[in-house]
């Protein structure tokens, strides 16, 4: 029995029921209305047989609402139909000797039916509920066992990255620079100019790998932690760091949000893409935030180029086709904090007139109603 037609299982066992009540109930008023005398076997086989095709019915009919999957019907229809032939056939070789009509034997039988079938329907609901929960208790101990292995690699790979790759970079930076203080030629001091531009562009890929590794491993670390002075406090050294930007923020007074220490490299890398992509100067970067019920809602718009259409869909996810020399792994940091905070993050509006991107993480505390907010505005007159 394929998967399909397995799900109209309790369809047709809720039909055989109520089938069956109604033989029970014509043969009951064909006996009232010929004015046939009802025997107490009679009696005790309707009053036996009715409540149990009942509980059979509700059974099937809770069958498909509950949590047993499909690919487990048929096995309860097999004990529901082994239930029902062997206390038929039981019964049926008794109510061959005890009666002497045909229609009295067909009785006793059919109440055979409902009695064993709805005994061996229960039977095999708790046989599949059982084996289902087995196999899911065992499902769930190998994936844990393959996200302890998981994790164990990514903690390898995240101190060879720190230890070897990371410390090796350093040192060809260092020492590059040590060389291009001591030369005089020219042509020599470019190409060390080459080299450490390498080195430290190797650095910064392998500090955004670390980052997205430890930001798919630290879930169970987060804590409630105020965003607002985070992202004010990135706003602030962005501003320190580039003359050409400009930026303005209207924030919340207050929002706390469940995250670790890598909360304000969500919100550096966010900023720090929307600056290294602007052609124009100065940059304009507006950060608005609010608060809902639940979440902290964060807007970053700038005045830039837009992003390009081939980049838009799946901007935040991470593959190697979202690599390029400006932003490295900028957007899939982005994309991958957001999800371990339990928030979202997506492009909203771009063009040639600017690009807003909305973030939205989830409050320590859901509560009604926001916040009062504080705006600032830095704008020192710098070209």
Known sequence: MGVPSARRSPTALIAVNVFLIAIIAAGLGFRVASGAELSGACLASVATGVPAHVAFAVGAYRLGRSEVTPESYP?????TLVGAGLLAALVGVFAVTLHESWVAVAGTIRWAVGIGGG????????SARLTEQRLAAERASVRAEEARRRQESLEYLNAL????????????SGRTAHLQSQSEDDDLAE????????ADDMAATVDDVRTLIQASTDAADLEPIDAVPIVEEQLRTLDEQYDRLRTESDLPATAVVRADDLLGRLFEELFRNCIEHADAAPVRLTVTGRTTDEHLV???????????PDLRE?????????????SRLGAAIVGQLTETYGGDVELTETGPDGTVVTVRLPLATPRTGSGGSRSTTADDGRE
Do not use: C, S
């Open 75 to 79: 096995r309860i229809v097999r004990w």
């Open 314 to 326: 799946g901007l935040f996810a991470q593959g190697v086709d979202r690599l390029d020399e400006k």
């Open 298 to 308: 964060v807007e970053v718009a700038d005045d830039g180029p837009g992003i390009p």
């Open 119 to 126: 005994a061996g329907f229960f039977a095999g609901f708790v």
């Open 161 to 172: 990255l720190r230890h070897e790759v990371l410390n090796a970079a350093t040192v060809v």
């Open 191 to 198: 190409h060390l100019a080459a080299i450490r531009r390498q």
